[in-house]
């Protein structure tokens, strides 16, 4: 029989017993060996008690030194209904990163209370963490009901206390004894006013799939060639796909249908949420790492702006407004700029105003990510709606996030209207296919020099060209940028989409821009169709740029005067694999420019040397 996967995170306040329940579940279900037993009970002995069960989970010595549970421990078992994956994580305040990470992928809860204490304020904050992640099923086990004499009154009353962490979450509560056995396997006949079923009972019945299955999230990862095909492998996060459906491919919004599925074994007819097939479609359409495969009639938002929680994992705050960490959500990865906006108070899920977050906090930030993301609010869609963060500088993970909502970007209900007049239609008419000359340098290396020669050049030949120029559109669609490095950033993105637009209206679009950052030029090259997009590297030493400079600009540089300017005080990273180098301190003007052409002119795809030459 394939038993379906349930995975669980069990949390709790200090010495509430969650290293014991689970010792105690392994126990019962056989998942432990003899040896590991007699172990266990040999060291139990020489503290005088019985075998304690707790040891089969706390690893570490500092956990068996201070007694309670620090990392996250993660034990699988199985039963004749079910297979488990359970997620053992720490109780303290000062380890809720732990605990956000066991309950990344869960789907559903255990909450221990000491039956002794009741509702403590960390059990309040655990509470308050398992809405917040989105977790919809969750037990409450109140434990040590032993040493109340099992109470059905301290029961009752810390069930009350419960009620208002809640309202929102599918909720059972049980009285059990982990060191006793009391509830956990079997029904105990020292409560017999319970009626419920025992915990393992109930964590059989929990159901493993909480996904809206019209949601069809596929994750490209890699593109394969197998039997002679292209072959898309990547995740199915969400939904389902059978061989013959119509899905729309992100970012080009292309429709296709699927031609075959694969797994390492066989073929499938359809593939399910949890899986990692090999996916076929039926048109050579642009697809690469990045790009997802999503049902037609139920797209992902598709912005680079959202509101989301996220709890930080560094020891160094994260400030009002930053830059420079990197965000990795499912195949993409990406900078942002995150603007703090609250902190969360989880012991009663109020916001407050804060300026910075600090290790273990929770807060609501504000994030604008450099490229375009397909994505879902993680109520949605687990997958699609979570992110981490990454310091660039340590390559530590420095945050887990979940989004809330989009704060601007593409609706789902909003579609991309298109021409009946397509570019293939246009390029016969202008007699040549299109493309984008992307002009990249130093300050005063000669790139807009070269671009207003090349421009007149194929305009000349009569090609259908235009040259876009950074300067000129800082005068009006980039007018209400500046020259921080998100700015730049922007600036650089915005430029890729009028290019792409250009382009998909026939024309050979010629872009000067200095673009000093590789993953900014790589974003461009990712709009536009891998054989018509020609990354130009404009070479120049920086002594001749400086002498070449009638701006001024390096001389403001060097005395200070401009901060973060390319070359002298931010740098420049030299393109590693462009389609051409040219060396303007080498070359006449009119070389460099016969040099793009012949390049651009032997592609007989790219310039077609058809109706004007």
């Not at 040891?55 to 549970?69: C, K, M, N, V, Y």
């Not at 012991?347 to 994030?367: K, P, S, Y």
Request: glycine share 6%; proline share 3%.
């Amino acid at each position: 029989m394939n038993k379906a996967l349930l995975r669980i995170v069990t949390t709790g306040s200090v010495d509430d017993g969650k290293s014991t329940l689970m010792g105690r579940l392994l126990y019962e279900t056989k998942a432990i060996y003899e040896d590991q037993y007699e172990a266990i009970k040999k060291v139990s002995l020489k503290k005088g008690r019985e075998a304690d069960l707790s040891l089969l989970l706390d690893g570490l010595s500092a956990e068996r030194e201070q007694a309670i549970t620090i990392d996250v421990a993660y034990r699988y078992f199985s039963t004749k209904n079910r297979k488990f994956i359970i997620a053992d994580c720490p109780g303290h305040e000062q380890y809720t990163k732990n605990m956000v990470t066991g309950a990344s992928t869960a789907n559903a809860a255990i909450l221990l209370i000491d039956a002794r204490k009741g509702l403590t304020p960390q059990s309040k904050r655990h509470l308050t963490l398992i809405s917040l992640l989105n977790i919809k099923y969750v037990i409450i086990a109140i434990n040590k009901m032993d040493l109340i004499n099992y109470s059905e009154v301290t029961f009752n009353r810390i069930k009350s206390e419960c009620s208002n962490f809640t309202k929102n979450l599918k909720s059972v509560f049980i009285p059990v004894s982990a060191l006793k056995g009391d509830n956990i396997v079997k029904t105990s006949i020292n409560m017999p006013w319970y009626f419920g079923t025992p915990l393992l009972g109930c964590m059989e019945g929990i159901p493993d799939k909480f996904s809206n299955l019209s949601s069809f999230r596929f994750s490209v990862q890699l593109i394969t060639h197998t039997e002679g095909l292209r072959g898309l492998a990547g995740y199915v996060s969400s939904g389902s796909v059978k061989k013959g459906d119509e899905v729309v491919v992100l970012p080009s919004g292309l429709t296709t249908r699927i031609k075959k599925i694969l797994t390492y074994d066989k073929e499938l007819e359809e593939a399910q949420e949890g899986q990692s097939p090999l996916i076929f479609i039926d048109k050579d359409i642009d697809v690469s790492r990045g790009s997802m495969l999503v049902c037609r009639d139920n797209p992902p938002l598709i912005g680079n702006k959202f509101e989301a929680m996220i709890c930080w994992m560094q020891d160094r705050p994260i400030k009002g407004l930053e830059g420079k960490y990197l965000l990795k959500h499912t195949t993409k990865e990406t900078e942002v700029i995150i603007k703090v906006k609250h902190k969360i108070n989880i012991d009663n899920l109020t916001e407050e105003i804060a300026e910075d977050l600090v290790l273990n906090d929770l807060g609501i930030v504000e994030i604008e990510t450099f490229q375009k993301l397909f994505f879902d609010p993680y109520k949605e869609n687990s997958y699609t709606g979570s992110f981490i963060l990454i310091d660039p500088i340590t390559n530590n993970t420095a945050a887990a996030g979940t989004i809330l909502k989009a704060t601007t970007g593409k609706s789902s209900n909003i579609t991309w209207s298109r021409s009946d007049i397509n570019q293939a239609l246009r390029e016969d008419q202008f007699g040549h296919k299109a493309c984008v000359l992307w002009l990249t340098g130093l300050p005063s290396s000669g790139k807009s020099t070269l671009a207003t020669y090349l421009e007149k050049m194929l305009f000349t030949k009569g090609k259908n060209v235009l040259n876009i120029d950074g300067d000129n559109l800082r005068h009006g669609l980039c007018n209400d940028l500046g020259f921080s490095d998100f700015d730049r950033d922007e600036n650089i993105r915005r430029a890729g989409e009028v290019a792409k637009i250009l382009f998909n209206a026939g024309t050979i679009v010629i872009c000067s821009f200095v673009s000093p950052k590789k993953v900014h030029r790589d974003f461009v090259r990712g709009l536009i169709p891998k054989d018509r997009f020609f990354e130009i590297f404009i070479q120049c030493d920086l002594y001749t740029c400086i002498q070449r400079d009638t701006k001024g600009l390096y001389k403001r540089a060097i005395n200070k005067e401009i901060k973060q300017f390319t070359g002298i005080t931010s740098e420049y990273e030299i393109p590693p694999n462009p389609e051409l180098t040219i060396n303007t301190k080498e070359s006449s003007v009119k070389s460099c420019a016969q040099s793009i052409f012949n390049l651009i002119y032997s592609k007989d795809y790219t310039i077609n040397p058809g109706k004007n030459k």
